[in-house]
């Protein structure tokens, strides 16, 4: 597809700032939720797996328009792939975040793999990568984490009144 | 920590308020996380669990058992069946290698409808 050829040569764009440092009212709010009671958790450093959640966009946010996953969504929506379904999501982990810290996460089309006929229907899957990096006191950047993420992008075998709206 | 260790299994009631209260605490407002009529007129049964939330289980199941000292250097998951309201989510795990500091565990979260979440967790051993 030579949309996805176009976009992945966006490389590693839209860089953006989380809206909030990492801070410890955000992480009591997950570990609640999660019923996680490790005291680390209450000691200054933040879940791993946490990374993705300070840089989610919120119910305001809404990505850049430079966004390589973003992007592609919106050529194969156009192209009539409407529904979209999470099928993998690799995170490692450089280090656990501490408190205080301001993260900055960047994404790249990685690739773009179809049509394929699944169980859900025909559809392509489209891989992209974030990486989150937090300001060293030296000025360089550090990889804190990482994260593969693949979506089945596809068109519904069987059209419901929301998805035809 | 050793190689076939296998983590007691693990069962978590899927309420509406777990899956709500874990997507916005994700801060993920995507509708099918806490609205049942937009998540049924997507074509979905019901509201589901967010992503970032069967990860952050995953964690919780493996961290729970390992020790909360435990580093935790990645978590890779494949999706499956949808987590709804009112199943039960049953996590097991068996530690399948152990090679230069890092465990992997094989990790699964399986619902009525079939496996939810497979993957591996590789953490500091």
């Given at each position: 597809?030579?949309?996805?050829?176009?976009?992945?040569?966006?490389?590693?764009?839209?860089?953006?700032?989380?809206?909030?440092?990492?801070?410890?009212?955000?992480?009591?709010?997950?570990v609640?939720?999660?019923?996680?009671?490790?005291?680390?958790?209450?000691?200054?450093e933040?879940?791993?797996?946490m990374?993705?959640?300070?840089?989610?966009?919120?119910?305001?946010?809404?990505?850049?328009a430079?966004?390589?996953?973003?992007?592609?969504?919106?050529?194969?929506?156009?192209?009539?792939?409407?529904?979209?379904?999470?099928?993998?999501?690799?995170?490692?982990?450089?280090?656990?975040?501490?408190?205080?810290?301001?993260?900055?996460v960047?994404?790249?089309l990685?690739?773009?793999?179809?049509?394929?006929?699944?169980?859900?229907?025909?559809?392509?899957?489209?891989?992209?990568?974030?990486?989150?990096?937090?300001?060293?006191?030296?000025?360089?950047?550090?990889?804190?984490?990482?994260?593969?993420?693949?979506?089945?992008?596809?068109?519904?075998?069987?059209?419901t009144?929301?998805?035809?709206? | 920590?050793?190689?076939?260790?296998?983590?007691?299994?693990?069962?978590?009631?899927?309420?509406?308020?777990?899956?709500?209260?874990?997507?916005?605490?994700?801060?993920?407002?995507?509708?099918?996380?806490?609205?049942r009529?937009?998540?049924?007129?997507?074509?979905s049964?019901?509201?589901?669990?967010?992503?970032?939330t069967?990860?952050?289980?995953v964690?919780?199941?493996?961290?729970?058992?390992?020790?909360?000292?435990?580093?935790?250097?990645?978590?890779?998951?494949?999706?499956g069946?949808?987590?709804?309201?009112?199943?039960?989510?049953?996590?097991?795990?068996?530690?399948s290698?152990?090679?230069?500091?890092?465990a992997?565990?094989?990790?699964?979260?399986a619902?009525?409808?079939?496996?939810h979440?497979?993957?591996?967790?590789r953490?500091?051993?």
């Amino acid at each position: 597809m030579a949309e996805a050829e176009r976009i992945k040569a966006f490389g590693e764009a839209a860089e953006r700032e989380a809206r909030d440092p990492v801070n410890q009212p955000t992480i009591n709010n997950w570990v609640e939720a999660m019923g996680n009671t490790n005291p680390r958790w209450q000691g200054g450093e933040a879940p791993p797996s946490m990374a993705q959640v300070w840089t989610m966009y919120g119910l305001g946010g809404r990505p850049p328009a430079d966004d390589p996953l973003h992007a592609m969504m919106k050529v194969l929506t156009d192209a009539g792939y409407t529904a979209v379904l999470g099928t993998n999501c690799e995170q490692t982990y450089e280090r656990t975040l501490k408190v205080g810290e301001q993260v900055r996460v960047t994404t790249a089309l990685d690739s773009v793999v179809g049509p394929k006929t699944t169980g859900m229907g025909v559809g392509y899957f489209v891989t992209s990568r974030n990486t989150w990096y937090v300001d060293a006191p030296d000025g360089q950047r550090e990889v804190v984490a990482r994260m593969l993420f693949r979506v089945l992008k596809f068109v519904p075998r069987v059209s419901t009144d929301g998805d035809s709206a | 920590m050793n190689v076939g260790d296998t983590i007691p299994e693990w069962s978590v009631a899927i309420t509406p308020t777990l899956i709500v209260s874990t997507a916005i605490a994700t801060r993920d407002f995507q509708d099918v996380h806490h609205d049942r009529d937009l998540a049924q007129g997507h074509g979905s049964k019901d509201i589901f669990m967010n992503i970032l939330t069967s990860t952050g289980l995953v964690e919780r199941f493996v961290t729970d058992w390992a020790g909360g000292d435990t580093d935790v250097r990645g978590i890779a998951i494949r999706l499956g069946a949808p987590a709804y309201p009112s199943d039960t989510l049953t996590f097991s795990g068996t530690v399948s290698a152990i090679e230069d500091g890092v465990a992997v565990i094989e990790v699964k979260g399986a619902v009525s409808l079939g496996d939810h979440v497979v993957g591996t967790v590789r953490v500091s051993a």
